[in-house]
């Protein structure tokens, strides 16, 4: 029902930054919550931040005071501004679209590499 591409992620050094731009394919104001999770091979897809379709934000622990999600209704997109990235933050970005109880649409990801 809802189709998600994202874009944005590279290779970039420690301290650096880079800006993840998911777009759907819906109004995401019909969409509960937005998010991006990330996944590292063996490991489970976990959460990075969330943002409702009110506008209320949640972010993991390990990215507060870094990452800044934010969305724009007009565009139908969520990005995920990220500063003062560190080696540990490399891993496969993913955005996902909450958008029912039992629903959960996600992207194809986007690789994050961290590293000099």
């Known amino acids: 029902q809802v189709q998600i591409v994202e874009s944005g992620g590279g290779l970039v050094q420690p301290g650096g930054s880079l800006r993840l731009s998911c777009t759907t394919d819906r109004n995401i104001l019909r969409i509960y919550t937005m998010g991006w999770y990330r996944q590292t091979p063996g490991n489970q897809r976990e959460l990075v931040a969330t943002i409702s379709r009110g506008g209320t934000t949640n972010y993991a622990d390990f990215v507060k005071g870094r990452f800044t999600i934010s969305k724009d209704d007009t565009r139908n997109s969520v990005d995920l501004q990220m500063v003062s990235l560190k080696p540990e933050d490399t891993a496969g970005y993913y955005c996902?679209?909450?958008?029912?109880?039992?629903?959960?649409?996600w992207g194809q990801g986007t690789q994050v590499t961290v590293s000099s």
């Open positions: 996902n679209a909450h958008s029912s109880a039992y629903t959960h649409y």
